[in-house]
Structure formats: C-alpha cells, structure tokens
C-alpha cells in the first residue's frame, strides 16, 4: 500500500505525495473546538474536511491515529495574549461556571459530531487534563532559554530565539515590529513573542487555575495543543490540521515551541481547511462565520429548518476543502435535492450483493481514487459516482459494491433504504409524540420538546417548526 496521493501542505505551499513517517500509520492532530459556545457550521466545516482527509486515508489503508482536543482553558479573546478566556466569558453570558459551560458545550459539539456521522477519533483530549504535560513542555522551553518571564502577566516564548519563526505562514515580522503596538503585552521582547502560561490575576481568583513552577495561573492555548500532540502522537506527526485562520499564530507558535522543545520536525504535513462566509444578505451580516460575532449559524438551526445533518456534509462535499464555501440556504437546498437524487439511484442497491470484479468496476475504482486522492478533490469523486452509476455497462451488484465502497469516504449513507418524503400520515405512536410536542412547545418546556425532536428524529422524521405549531417530513439522512 503505497498510493500516489498527493496532499497540499501548507509548510510547502504545494501538493506534496502523502507517505507516513511509519509504514501503515498516519498520525494526525486536528485542533478541536472551544467551548465556550455552540459550535457553528464554519467550524463544523473545518471538522468534515478531517473527517474526510481521515476516511480517504483509510481507504488508501493506512491506519489513522486521529486526535482531537477539547480547548476548555486558554484561549484568549485576543490572539495578542490580551483579553479574556473566552471560557470566562461564556461562562458569565451565561451565568454559569465555567466547568458547567465547557461540558454543556462539549456535549452539544460531539452531539453535532455524531449527527454528521464523523468517525470517532482514536483520541479525545482535554487541555485541563494535561496541565502537567503542559509545565513539563513549558520547562523545557525555559530549560533551553527559550522562555522568558514578564512579571504580573506570564511566561513567554521568545521568537527571536527560533530561526525561521513565521516562515510557515509568510510573517512579514520587520512589518509587524514596525507597527503599531496599541495593544500590546508591556515587557515582550518581540511583537510576535507569545504566552506559555498566563499569571492568574493577583486581586481575582480564577475558576481555572493551576500551581505552577512560575506562579499560579493558567496555559495559553497554543502550548496546550503542543503538549497533546507531542503526548499522543510523539515528536513529529504525519498530519496537523485545522481551519485556515489557525496558520498566522495558532499553528506558527505551536510549530516554534515544539520544535524548539524537542529538536525535531513538529508536523510533516500541514492541512487547512477554508472559511465558510456568510453570504452578504440581510438576514447575515456577511464575511467568515464567527462565535465571537455571537450571530451564527448552527448544525440544530439547519435541523429546525427542516434540513437533515448529511445535507450539510454534502454542502461541503461541492467545494474543495481549501476554497471558501458561501454559506447560503438556497444551497443548502440544491446540496439537499442533490443528495436526495443521488439517494434515489442508490438506494435501490441496497441489499445487493457483489464484489467489483470487473475491469469496468476496477476503472470506475481507479477514476474515483484519481479524484480522491488528488488532494481530496470530493466533488469530481462525487462526480464520479454519478457517472459511474449510469453506466449501463456495470451490472447492478458491482454497482451496490462500488457504492458501498465510495460511500466509506464520502460518509452520506447512500445505501440506507429509501424514504420518501410524501406527507404520508405518522403512524400513532409516533404521531402522539409529535402531539405532546407541540403541548410541550406550548407549555415552553424546551427539554421535552428537545427531548422529543430527538426521539422523532431517530425514527427518520425531521420536525419544521412554525409559529402555528409545525409540520414534518421524512428524513433523507
Ligand atoms: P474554535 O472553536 O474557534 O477554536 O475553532 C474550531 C475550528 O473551526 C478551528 O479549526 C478553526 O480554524 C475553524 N473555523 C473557525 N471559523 C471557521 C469558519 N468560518 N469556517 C471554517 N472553519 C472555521
Ligand atoms: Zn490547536
């Protein structure tokens, strides 16, 4: 297993051929979300582009040692190491603590992660759970003078002090120095010199704080992911993801304190995923979407309008990953009929039985791998499927085995049987529990009605709520 598949790498600005560092094992790390609020569908974007860079990998054969992070302490409202956790400050939008906030939200996002049927990662991790890891990586650092303290604020990563810091993204520092420094932390060596741990405020007692070498306070984000890489992974990782906005510091300053911790190439390939906008309408603002903005789009808003969560993930499938997708809902409905019309060739395979023998069957495979394999080119793959099931040539049980296998990467459940979405009566359990939803809706009990939505949505029905009380359809997804 050695396919000629070529990745574009950041770190090289070109498609480079993809081989792991061990034969058979990919080692990958994806930034994971924040949760300090939902995740919106620009994020979720960003996680169905890893999901589909893994499922191609697997195909190709390689076994995939995916991890993702959960950053629920450290990441400031500014990438400038001013400004809030934005945990605390999700926190006292909602008056809760920030404990409460991180698990509420971490649920809600791997709720959304099931939903758009991304493969479990072989690893889940927290930030909070690896403050050690995080000293110990930050000791190091200062053990080989990378690190300096600035007194009252943290410890800080002297840039100047790793050749080729800010290569990876095109830094232009000389600029950047000469800049304006409105905003920036007093005592930096370097405008670009970045917080490894944060001092907790001398008056004010944070809800997340930890003893340190240097003083109680807390990790600043970018060490937090080094450390869980560098823990699950080893020292130098086949792949590390995230969305495009992560290369500028995210990405950078990981690169300069990991590599300067342990002497070796942090990541041999870098992959980012591009924006999702919000089209410039009335109803949204318009530019990338953004948490912060707090007017955002989530996967549940797209369910409520009657949409089911592999509409979404076929949306994403139309754009390549590194190009902007304008997110609009008139194409997440032409992503909704397309699906659907693909279902209805497909799901009459269902059933049958077949391996792709054929040298037809074999060409379609090699047609389809092109696509894939070509830095993940999803929509001529999902171009391919289509041609390949008109193909009058191909009998019907090689065409079922060639979905099955096409459908592993493309992740949309293209064999699931049929489900017309007619208006046909809801059989009476089920129509009960729609009626006690609208009671419920009406007595404001937002948990039953949740609760309820959930339940019918198991059964393939998607509920559209509407002032007036709502209607239903049959789901595709
Ligand atoms: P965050 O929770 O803000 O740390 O972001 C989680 C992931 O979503 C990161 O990989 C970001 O780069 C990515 N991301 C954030 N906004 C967008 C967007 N509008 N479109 C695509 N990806 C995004
Ligand atoms: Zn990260």
Not at 157 to 178: K, N, S, V
Not at 180 to 197: E, M
Request: hydrophobic share 35%.
């Amino acid at each position: 297993m050695n396919p000629d598949m070529q990745l574009y790498n950041t770190a090289s600005r070109r498609k480079d051929k993809f081989t792991p560092l061990t034969p058979g094992i990919v080692r990958m790390y994806c930034c994971g979300p924040t949760v300090y609020h939902f995740a919106h569908i620009g994020n979720l974007r960003t996680y169905v582009f890893e999901d589909m860079l893994r499922r191609v990998l697997e195909y190709a054969g390689y076994t995939v040692q995916h991890v993702v992070n959960i950053t629920d302490v450290g990441h400031l409202t500014s990438d400038a190491d001013t400004g809030e956790d934005k945990m605390e400050k999700g926190a006292r939008r909602e008056g809760k603590s920030v404990w409460d906030i991180a698990d509420f939200y971490t649920r809600a996002f791997q709720k959304d992660w099931d939903r758009l049927g991304l493969l479990q990662p072989s690893q889940w991790t927290k930030a909070t759970d690896n403050i050690a890891e995080q000293i110990d990586l930050i000791r190091a650092l200062e053990d080989k003078g990378f690190a300096y303290v600035i007194a009252g604020d943290g410890v800080y990563f002297d840039t100047a002090r790793f050749p080729g810091y800010g290569e990876f993204a095109g830094l232009d520092i000389e600029g950047m120095q000469a800049g304006a420094r409105i905003g920036v932390v007093a005592g930096k060596r370097n405008i670009t010199d970045f917080a490894l741990w944060k001092f907790s405020p001398g008056d004010v007692q944070r809800a997340m704080e930890w003893e340190s070498p240097w003083g109680k306070g807390f990790p600043g984000w970018h060490v937090e992911c080094s450390a869980m890489a560098l823990k699950y992974l080893g020292e130098t990782l086949d792949i590390h993801c995230g969305g495009v906005d992560h290369i500028r510091v995210h990405h950078t300053n990981e690169i300069a304190q990991s590599q300067c911790a342990t002497g070796k190439i942090f990541s041999r390939f870098w992959l980012h995923g591009g924006w999702l906008l919000q089209k410039s309408d009335e109803e949204n603002g318009g530019g990338k979407m953004s948490k912060s903005s707090g007017e955002f789009i989530t996967l549940e808003s797209t369910l409520d309008r009657g949409f089911s969560p592999l509409d979404f993930r076929y949306l994403c499938l139309t754009a390549h990953y590194r190009n902007y997708l304008n997110f609009s809902w008139e194409g997440l409905t032409t992503a909704r009929d397309s699906l659907r019309n693909l279902r209805k060739k497909t799901a009459p395979l269902s059933g049958l039985a077949g391996t792709p023998a054929s040298e037809t069957a074999h060409a379609w495979e090699e047609r389809f791998q092109e696509a894939v394999y070509d830095d993940l080119n999803l929509s001529q793959a999902l171009a391919v499927v289509n041609l390949m099931l008109k193909d009058a040539d191909l009998p019907e049980s090689e065409k079922a085995a060639l979905t099955s296998r096409f459908d592993k990467v493309l992740g949309l459940d293209l064999l699931a049987p049929s489900q017309a979405s007619d208006g046909a009566a809801l059989p009476a359990d089920l129509q009960s529990l729609f009626d006690e939803r609208l009671q419920a809706r009406r007595d404001k009990n937002y948990k039953r009605s949740d609760e309820i939505r959930d339940l019918l949505r198991a059964h393939g029905i998607i509920l559209k709520d509407s002032p007036e009380g709502g209607t239903w359809e049959k789901a595709t997804g």
